[in-house]
């Protein structure tokens, strides 16, 4: 089997299964390059220094002793040389500056030009438990380059960035991924389906639609990813197309999907 054919099928189960490679940001689509990648990867990450990981307290502290705030350029200047390596693992240089405006909207006081040691404590919570700084930066890495990605002339990386969205649940950008739901390529579609699925808000009636129509699209993977989409979504309102598709859809897969969407919104 030729490396194009296995590198097509392999993209087609990962998209299918909705599990792209977390590491992979959608950079490469190739399987030779993502395992080369992978290797390079593990071992950049046994090299770096895992005491660099501290909590948001004990980074304050170890940085700026009992001071309430601290000066923007200082603040970024520390983060970067403290956790340069995991953010070189982490984001290609050309991202930092993007990375850099992120923790600025997130951290900045644009009235005294300052970071309260109060706001940045907060930031490093996640339902009230204080985490890991790095996990959180980490956090911050991923969903920029995402963000990125998604404007990628490459439909493979769009792909995988939408992926990444929906698993890191980024609503501001929701409607950027509902156009892409009207991409001419059929792995963005229905991957845009699940993702938005997976963070649109209860009441955001023009999203749920906008979702729906995959129900109706032309391609069976999308069809699919429509019907995952609407499980997701607990859509009550699709059971009837749900039921049409569970019975009389030319895919297996599709079928299979739309069945076992019915099972789970009725179960719910």
């Known amino acids: 089997m030729s490396k194009l054919v296995r590198s097509v099928r392999d993209e087609v189960n990962i998209i299918r299964g909705f599990e792209i490679i977390d590491e992979d940001y959608g950079q490469v ?10 290797i390079k990867q593990q071992l950049l990450t046994r090299s770096v220094d895992l005491t660099t990981h501290a909590t948001a307290w004990d980074y304050w502290l170890a940085h700026y ?9 200082r603040f970024l200047r520390d983060i970067h040389a403290s956790y340069h390596e995991l953010l070189t693992c982490s984001i290609p240089k050309s991202t930092n500056s993007h990375f850099n405006e992120a923790l600025k909207r997130e951290l900045l006081d ?19 438990t204080d985490r890991d700084v790095w996990e959180k930066l980490h956090t911050v890495a991923r969903e920029t380059q995402a963000s990125l990605d998604i404007f990628s002339p490459e439909s493979s990386v769009r792909a995988a ?18 156009e892409l739901l009207k991409d001419k390529d ?3 579609r229905a ?22 129509t995959t129900l109706d699209d032309l391609n069976s993977l999308v069809r699919e990813a429509g019907c ?25 897969k599709v079928r299979e999907a739309a069945a076992q969407a019915i099972k789970e919104i009725r179960e719910h």
């Open 110 to 128: 644009p009235a005294s030009e300052m970071v309260h040691k109060s706001t940045f404590i907060e930031f490093c919570k996640e339902l009230g």
């Open 65 to 73: 002793a009992d001071q309430t705030e601290a000066s923007w350029d």
């Open 161 to 178: 960035a939408l992926n990444k969205l929906g698993k890191l649940f980024n609503p501001y950008l929701t409607d950027v991924v509902r």
């Open 191 to 212: 991957v845009s389906a699940v993702a938005l699925s997976q963070y649109a808000m209860p009441d955001d009636r023009v999203t749920h639609a906008a979702i729906l």
């Open 186 to 188: 059929p792995v963005v």
């Open 29 to 38: 689509s190739s399987m030779a390059s993502r395992q080369n990648k992978s």
């Open 228 to 252: 995952k989409a609407a499980c997701h979504l607990n859509s009550h309102q699709a059971l009837e197309k749900l039921h049409l598709l569970s019975l009389t859809d030319s895919s297996d």
